[in-house]
């Protein structure tokens, strides 16, 4: 069965910093490219940023808003994923996912999500 | 940077009736990379249709997919009471990598 878990959501201070980790099971992590997808509360998706497998150098993309501020980094030994948030604002409250890439440009696996709250 | 834009905001339809969502890009998109989903509340997103028309693993005969170029449609044959959801179509570019429409609302009438 295939499983994705989020964690490392929370309450966070405007301008301070979280990492969210995803384990994944059930799958060959290491050969997929991997991305976090955003939600706000009660709005659509955004796709926040995406780091590529080995195959292809470990290639990281960033959404424009989030760009310089966040990091996506992954660990394959691990079958791990991480997204380091940094200079966090108010709009960058949401439900975080992490999906895989299907391998024909679009999104197969997700997990359920990690809530961050920015907020003073 | 391509924007899609889905229609109508709100679909209120009884079961057994027949479903068709549009989803149209800012500029010509290759069916390749067009895909739909369905979000229940409180759930993550489930990838339906991916390459505008391919069913994705486990997705039910009733969800097609077509169009191309800027216009997109899901179709839903007879809505099922577990088919009440929201619908996001997803286009994959250059940069932002994958783009998100604002979604349909398919309610019960």
């Known amino acids: 069965e295939v499983q994705l878990v989020e964690s490392g959501g929370g309450l966070v201070q405007p301008g301070g910093s979280l990492r969210l980790s995803c384990v994944a099971s059930?799958?060959?992590?290491?050969?997929?490219?991997m991305d976090w997808v955003r939600q706000a509360p009660g709005k659509g998706l955004e796709w926040v940023g995406r780091?590529?497998?080995?195959?292809?150098?470990?290639?990281?993309e960033y959404a424009a808003s989030v760009k310089g501020r966040f990091t996506v980094s992954r660990d394959d030994s691990k079958n791990s994923l991480y997204l380091q948030m940094n200079s966090l604002k108010t709009e960058d409250t949401a439900l975080y996912y992490c999906?895989?890439?299907?391998?024909?440009?679009?999104?197969?696996?997700w997990g359920q999500g990690t809530l961050v709250t920015v907020s003073s | 940077e391509i924007v899609l834009t889905q229609s109508p905001g709100t679909l209120s339809l009884s079961p057994g009736e027949r479903a068709t969502l549009s989803c149209r890009a800012s500029?010509?998109?290759?069916?390749?990379?067009l895909a739909w989903y369905q979000q229940k509340p409180g759930q993550a997103p489930r990838l339906l249709i991916y390459?505008?028309?391919s069913r994705a693993t486990g997705i039910p005969d009733r969800f097609s997919g077509s169009g191309s170029g800027t216009d997109f449609t899901l179709t839903i044959s007879r809505l099922e009471p577990e088919d009440f959801a929201v619908y996001y179509c997803?286009?994959?570019?250059?940069?932002?990598?994958?783009?998100f429409g604002p979604g349909t609302k398919v309610d019960i009438k």
């Open positions: 999906a895989s890439d299907s391998g024909y440009w679009s999104l197969d696996y």
């Open positions: 059930g799958f060959t992590f290491s050969d997929r490219h």
């Open positions: 780091i590529s497998n080995k195959g292809s150098s470990y290639n990281t």
């Open positions: 500029q010509s998109v290759s069916s390749s990379y």
């Open positions: 390459g505008a028309s």
């Open positions: 997803q286009q994959f570019g250059d940069s932002p990598r994958f783009t």
